[in-house]
């Protein structure tokens, strides 16, 4: 009878293959580590962006950390002072809206937007007004443009100042020599894309180098106490190129939007640890650079003399601004086959929805074989539901030729059985209407000043439970 017998393995041959270095791979455009290599990253969809990392044993094994002495002991949170804290203006209005007042020492705000929207126009003009109204210098960092192509920028735009330093950087230590030299109060990059350090792995740009820059400088601006806006690039869908984590390192993170085609700007707060992140900056492009517009609603409305059949007035949310927008409708020839349904500023499956309740709830609108066109005025884009029921008014007013009067605005959302739902901020957006002279108001059931207990001076309300009762009050009012 024969026994099998297992030989062991030597300890020296298992601390060798312990050592020996193990492949692991990592997505380049997201961070996303897989088990193995695949050619289409699973976490963002990203194809040919999955790159070999190394990872040895004893990181993966992982090791026992001791204890040691603290650089500065915890203390009683009453009895640590909250000034170092305490935000600093930066001269442009719109943008400390944004920031909850200002920028705060040691603070790292992260600025994304797309290709030519405006972000080095913007920021140069807020280290212009750093450095004449902070008392201490501004130090802007360009990985894209030359210090020659900023000047220029800076000398159409009239923010040169003494104070104002210029520097085209790629290299992270050049970047940290500089904040040496010139002892900044400010330090703007643009972009941290473009910058890399020597000493870790990866093209500029990449994850890996991303995340170890941004790690290098949010260290930085809180040892030194150095208010810093880094420049994002975003992706095809609008989002933060780079890895996840360099949200989470930096305090503030803003996107900066705007069409191209129209003058409006917009830096929407996504997160801010030192105030509301919810809050909305608007902008206006010009020849000579960017300005604060600190009442941008008639920017979004049309003077006219006359009321016109297709539109109607809405009061908008973004962030905690309330602005009046116009919408409009156009109402075409009836054509055989799907009749086209185009959009532009408003969401093409609300409007969808909205077409299909006027269908089935009024008598006298047949929009089945219509062409039907849909816009807001001014550029902003709203997506929100409260703007359903101006959207069905304006649908309504041009299927019937009948011009809604030009002293009316419609506030609330439109279910599938025609009800009109409850909206939020009802009196915010009517403060608004009446400060720019509306007199009449359509709100949903439950959000008049009856139930809210804020009654809007100069503007009459009235409770709509569905669109019929919308429509009834609508013709109403032009009639008056």
């Not at 400390?96 to 790292?108: I, K, M, N, Y």
């Not at 190129?241 to 803003?254: F, I, K, N, Q, T």
């Not at 025609?418 to 002279?437: F, K, N, Q, S």
């Amino acid at each position: 009878m024969t026994t099998s017998r297992s030989i062991p393995r030597g300890p020296a041959k298992t601390r060798a293959a312990a050592r020996e270095p193990r492949p692991a791979y990592e997505c380049d455009a997201c961070g996303h580590q897989p088990p193995k290599w695949v050619g289409r990253c699973p976490e963002c969809g990203e194809w040919g962006s999955i790159v070999e990392s190394t990872v040895t044993g004893p990181m993966a094994a992982g090791r026992v950390v001791s204890s040691r002495m603290p650089a500065e002991p915890a203390r009683p949170i009453a009895e640590i002072s909250a000034t170092p804290a305490r935000a600093r203006p930066t001269g442009v209005t719109e943008l400390d809206r944004v920031l909850g007042g200002g920028l705060v020492p040691g603070a790292v705000v992260l600025l994304a937007g797309e290709p030519g929207v405006g972000k080095s126009t913007l920021l140069l003009d807020v280290a212009q007004q750093w450095a004449a109204g902070a008392g201490s210098p501004s130090l802007v960092v360009s990985g894209e443009e030359s210090v020659s192509q900023v000047r220029l920028r800076a000398e159409r735009m009239g923010t040169l100042h003494e104070r104002l330093y210029l520097a085209a950087e790629s290299d992270l230590s050049a970047v940290l020599g500089h904040l040496d030299a010139v002892k900044p109060g400010l330090l703007v990059l643009d972009s941290v894309q473009t910058i890399a350090t020597p000493g870790t792995e990866g093209v500029p740009g990449g994850v890996t180098q991303v995340r170890a820059v941004t790690a290098a400088l949010v260290a930085v601006a809180k040892e030194r106490g150095i208010a810093t806006i880094l420049v994002g690039h975003v992706t095809k869908d609008g989002q933060v190129a780079g890895p996840r984590v360099l949200e989470h390192l930096v305090d503030v993170v803003l996107h900066f939007e705007g069409d191209k085609h129209s003058s409006l700007r917009l830096v929407r707060g996504v997160k801010n640890r030192f105030g509301a992140a919810d809050e909305v900056g608007c902008f206006e492009m010009h020849e000579s650079g960017i300005s604060s517009l600190p009442d941008p609603s008639g920017l979004f409305l049309t003077r006219s003399t006359e009321a016109v059949p297709g539109t109607c007035v809405t009061v908008a949310m973004e962030g905690r601004r309330a602005l009046v927008t116009e919408v409009q409708a156009l109402i075409g020839a009836a054509v055989p086959g799907s009749p086209r349904r185009t959009v532009s500023g408003l969401d093409s499956a609300r409007l969808a929805m909205v077409l299909a309740v006027l269908q089935r709830r009024t008598d006298s609108l047949k929009l089945h074989d219509r062409e039907v066109f849909a816009a807001t005025v001014g550029g902003i884009r709203v997506v929100e539901p409260a703007a359903d029921l101006a959207v069905a008014l304006a649908v309504a007013s041009g299927g019937l030729d009948l011009a809604v009067a030009p002293h009316l605005v419609a506030i609330g959302e439109v279910g599938l059985t025609g009800e009109v739902r409850r909206v939020g901020a009802v009196p915010r957006r009517l403060a608004e209407a009446a400060r720019l002279g509306f007199t009449f108001a359509l709100v949903p059931t439950g959000c008049g000043p009856d139930a809210t207990g804020v009654r809007t001076k100069g503007i009459r309300v009235v409770e709509v439970a569905n669109v019929r009762a919308a429509l009834k009050w609508a013709a109403r009012a032009s009639a008056e």
